[in-house]
């Protein structure tokens, strides 16, 4: 019976309690409370991590307003007392077809950083996708993960020995999945970020990976921890591959047999090109609006791309989810699941492993109702008829 | 004529007069002002459970702007002395297309709860549509509303002897309509009203025709008001039925004679399925946003409802009606009638019996002679002609 | 040469020479200031008056949205040295297609009232359109008037003896054509009018050409100085005529041969009908969306006039009109002038004569450098070539 | 490799280390922060002159909105490890399709005015676009440009002994283009401008090369020094042309060999007439929303002039722009190079030269990686492909 005893759902009779048991430190659930309030615990350099978008923030409007303008039409008497939230994703039997979107310098969020995070997907089973800029080491994540799905988000280096690497470490600890991103190869124009912060270099975190790096502190005369000017230097020539085609796609195929996902697909034709490079699937997004300012919104770039695939490869939507509303309407517009970004960070923000927790159970519960009152009982029913023409 | 001495618009003249006489204490009519009174008198819990809608609130806003976006083309020099507002629906001879939307736990609104809203629509002739949420028994309330005329909402019970001793009751207690809601056999994700409140019961409101109801009682091995615990356990279980479908329409239809109206309607496919299952009229309805956030507009919804049923039963339609222009649009879209939700609640907080007396009145005033504005001496001869194409 | 000769955008040159002297009193320029300005000097019952707009000002933004959604293409390197506004309507040589629009109660909003606004507008040879509701009678606005063009709005009554008075009177007084007014034998509901206010009437004002009237004197036993309770209520039955209809046209023909103008047309077949009843010109208005909340923009439904009349009489436009490229809109959608409403009103209330003739030499300042800087040399050039399709 | 050697995106680098050297006197990045810094600074008659635009602002709103319609799809794994974004136009090959837009009086808006910006554009190879109304002299501004590329603006005077002295001025000067506008031979009526400051010549800016030309002086009987009064008679008379029409394009075509480029086109047919009259370039523009308020926005004109003149004379695009991305959704909709406006004045009000050098550089690092970052190496292959359809 979903009225109190769904899986998710059953989050909301805990929050019940909380609030008639008074607990002034609960965090809120509506998603415009929970980010002002995460806007006020953030330093100002956060803030510009986390709220930093490219040029004037059309894009990362754009990503809202493309979800408000889809209309669902429910069902309903439909027997809905069971609901199926659960996807095979690449393999991965994921609880829900939902997963953490890759995000750097997590430790200027919260001192827990990638690691709070990753263990509260871990303990709802939602896999975790460890950024390359991350604030801890794939190691850290994966141990922190422990049991949990894992997959790893690449910012291909500039250097073959470095890529070796990195490949072979994320296959030790576990990754089931490399998800290469082509649309930051250099960061977009972000006013914000450059008025408030500078990037994450600036604030010395996201190369922890590089620092660990066997390849790359070979590549030095004298150890990162005594030369940083030295390591610094390499970090910012290595990080990052600007003259990146398709054709290097073979290399990283070549080293490794875990799935490739290409994240940052916006055109039909790219999205065809990464299925015939082989890539197992696709993630559309424009980066949360942090690249490209007045790029198409994600979602309304979602239906070409699911056309243009055709089935061959999943799908997955990044950028704007914020509701169970949202994952239906990615869902029904052909999405296999979609990536949360910033809102676990708002989580993070406010009370690391648990707040991300919160979030993800907020979302699981309100994605369960939401399917429940749409008259649809698993994900997999999920298609264009739920939607207002 | 309509000037001085039309039946509803005359309120207007008493309105005047009130101003004339300084009268300070005068419930506001501009119907934003009427919300922010309402507003500013609520208690938290009282807020979330009048203001509260799922999610961001989208469906609510979707509401109000679909009847912002239908214009009128009103006509003129025609005879509209004489303005007839009254409509039949369901064998009721209706004083106008209106009836109050069932909307349980006022108690919470006005300490006269349920009691004054009956009063109030009784003496104007209005049905009320009694909530099986409300805080009043059924039989309290149709002793309020006295010989005005009573529809009954009825969330299906999980147990058939409640449902048939609800059944009963009901028709004893002279309800004329039975009016299933289809589209809250659980509660939407409401974040207003996780943060502030908690649902009904944990108010303690709701439950009242439950904890009064004989076959309830029965299943109890002590009475609620020893032990409440039991009560509120098994209330838990027994107060809906999401594996509710169809099928199970045939057994309500055995049960009673009375008509069955279909609330919760937002497909055209679920309206010819309704009619099919032998509903005597169908609601178009999200349940005024707070279910489904994303759900289409019902304004939007209407249409394609009204074709699909063509004209076999009476559709109503529910869902950000706030003035006598959004009743004029509904009607020329085909709805029978409109059911009016949260403005009644506002005039209930601020003035009990009266202030709901005063909404409705200003509700009829302001239809009266915006139809006649319109150039339509009647209802009946409302159609889309009169809409901007 | 426009640049600094134009007949009314020299008027600029004098606002110039008022900032460079340092006029701390002079009136703003801007639409929006100056309406700001007003509102700030208008008592409640005044702001009521003129603010006031049927529900929830759905109409009055209609009206607005509707200009603003019209887009000109300008032309340039023609010959626009000379630019001639003057146009003839109604066999009235107008120094510019503009009139003033007939608004009660004046008094309200300036101790001068309307002969204030007829002053100002007789001095520049615009036509001043009296209201029947005036806070003057028809001789006294006259009288303000001098030889300046002048038209008598006309709200029926409901007794032929005072229409016929009515009529006599306004011919012997000079008025050169009868606008009767079809869209307000009843005021609209309007809330904010209500809350604060009540309507003319309860102000004690808008009655003076019945309480001058001798039809009307003559149907009391004792004049209304004498007996006010009486005089009222005989008023209060008088003044409209809801049950008015095409048919009864030809009785006020018959009474006059002044042109007649029907005023609130917004329908096409409406259009249709007053042309065949013998209209000379009908004007396209929703009465400042101070009627039916929720009617058609003016503007968007001016064009199925024009066509429906199809050039047989002019079609004027009323509401919303604010500035220059307005009426350069309106013409080009095929208006043969506009008639100007609030915005004078925001005039009189700063500074009454002075005032209004601020605010029409603004607009026509106005209008005169868009038509130039449109590369339109005479208004009888305007139509849909200037429009962006 | 654009991550960090870009020619232009490297400034980028140098804002990091100064917001890491904690240098609070740093310029904003962000536009809308830059604009209120500078709103913050301007005088009232500076803003005026800054910021005042026609009527209500429409045009200039409609400006921006045509951009934010527009929406780019980006492609990705293309090499664009060097951006180029040189375009030869008229002869000139521009560093970056970008020129400063003609704006007068910038001795209002700075101490250092024109000169400023001369020298700021120069030094990165940015032709600058002197007005006719500058506060200083073609002379002076070319001294200031040095070795820059340098356009001239006219605005043709009533008097061709004037109009045969600029062109020679400006031909000596070393100006290698003169840009006619032709939607600016009045002031369009500005609310703004009127309330706060009245236009330029009112402060006394803005007619320096006529109070410096020969021919000017030739016409006055004593030195304008002497007779301010009889100067500035003669100034108001001859600063502009209404009656100027295409034939006279041809007096000008013979004055001077320098290429004629005709700005303010908004209509099809006045672009092809202006090409039939010899013009070597176009420039469609509004005049930034300062002359016919209600005019079509110029990206939104863009389009269909491109089509128009059929690729035989360049179209530039003037109005709106505001960042990297603006200038791309220009080039792809046919603009050969996009004028920027106001928010140069901005960084001039802010800190002169280099508030100027700041924006540009702002402007063209974002440019650079805007491109990078949808996959185009040179604005050459820009083209309808990058839009959403």
Chains 1, 2, 3, 4 share one sequence.
Request: proline share 6%; net charge negative; glycine share 10%.
């Amino acid at each position: 019976v979903v009225e109190t005893t769904g899986e998710y759902s059953a989050y909301r009779e805990r929050l019940y309690e909380h609030r008639r048991a008074g607990d002034a430190e609960a965090l809120p659930v509506d998603p415009a409370e929970l980010e002002r309030a995460a806007a006020a615990v953030l330093s100002d350099v956060a803030s510009a991590h986390v709220f930093g978008g490219a040029g004037g923030g059309e894009t990362i409007r754009a990503n809202r307003e493309a979800f408000q303008r889809v209309r669902l039409v429910p069902r309903f008497l439909r027997d809905v007392s069971a609901i199926r939230l659960g996807r095979r994703v690449l393999g991965d039997e994921l609880p829900a077809p939902l997963l953490l979107a890759p995000i750097g310098g997590q430790a200027l969020v919260h001192a827990d950083g990638e690691r709070a995070s990753a263990r509260a997907a871990a303990a709802l089973g939602i896999p975790v996708i460890a950024s390359t800029r991350s604030s801890a080491t794939p190691e850290q994540i994966a141990e922190a993960a422990g049991a949990g799905p894992r997959w790893f988000q690449l910012y291909w280096p500039a250097d073959d020995g470095i890529l070796a690497s990195f490949v072979g470490r994320v296959e030790r600890a576990g990754y089931s999945a490399i998800v290469l991103t082509v649309d930051c190869f250099t960061q977009g124009w972000r006013p914000l970020e450059i008025d408030l912060a500078g990037p994450l270099e600036v604030q010395g975190v996201g190369s922890e990976i590089f620092l660990s790096d066997p390849a790359f502190r070979s590549m030095l005369a004298r150890p990162p921890e005594e030369d940083r000017e030295a390591a610094g230097q390499l970090y910012r020539r290595a990080r990052s591959h600007p003259a990146l085609s398709w054709d290097d796609l073979g290399r990283l195929r070549e080293l490794s047999s875990l799935p490739l996902v290409v994240k940052g697909i916006l055109h039909p034709d790219d999205a065809r090109e990464a299925v015939a490079r082989g890539a197992a699937a696709v993630v559309c997004s424009n980066h949360g609006g942090r690249q490209v300012d007045g790029a198409i919104a994600s979602l309304e770039a979602l239906p070409a791309i699911v056309d243009a695939v055709g089935g061959s490869v999943p799908v997955l939507l990044d950028g704007g989810v914020r509701s169970g509303s949202d994952v239906v309407k990615a869902l029904a517009l052909g999405a296999a699941a979609v990536l949360l970004g910033r809102p676990f960070l708002y989580g993070l923000a406010l009370a690391g492993e648990e707040g991300v927790d919160h979030v993800l159970r907020c979302l699981l519960g309100d994605l369960e109702l939401t399917l429940a009152l749409c008259g649809i009982a698993s994900v997999a029913e999920l298609d264009g008829r739920i939607l207002s023409p």
